[in-house]
């Protein structure tokens, strides 16, 4: 199995800025796609952000505008920039990788998570 090692969260006034970072730690043949997910309280996860191998990226429409996904293929990094942030992106964010290990196995992972917080 791949670990993905997130970092980034934390505290922020409404209106100012993150930078969620994501890689694996193990060794990983290719990584098809990554994205950001993220969890409220009470609520389920949910979609914010992926970008595939090939650079295709999709939103959800609450982010669109203010947060930007993007990848470093060679490190198999994917970073999340989250601009004007609002109360209501405060959640536990987690990364989530797909892929395949070396001998053709897929894998498809998530991260422990990291906590955004927006204080109004």
């Known amino acids: 199995q791949v670990h993905l090692v997130e970092s980034g969260g934390g505290l922020v006034q409404a209106g100012g800025s993150l930078r969620l970072s994501c890689a694996p730690s193990?060794?990983?043949?290719?990584?098809?796609?990554m994205g950001w997910y993220r969890q409220a309280p009470g609520k389920q996860r949910e979609l914010v952000a992926t970008i595939t191998s090939g650079g295709s990226i999709n939103y959800a429409d609450s982010v669109k505008g203010r947060f930007t996904i993007s990848g470093d293929n060679a490190k198999y990094t994917v970073y999340l920039q989250m601009n004007s942030l609002k109360p209501e992106d405060t959640a536990v964010y987690y990364c989530n990788a797909q892929g395949l290990l070396l001998g053709g196995t897929r894998f498809g992972s998530w991260g422990q998570g990291t906590q955004v917080t927006v204080s109004s």
């Open positions: 193990g060794v990983v043949f290719s990584i098809n796609a």
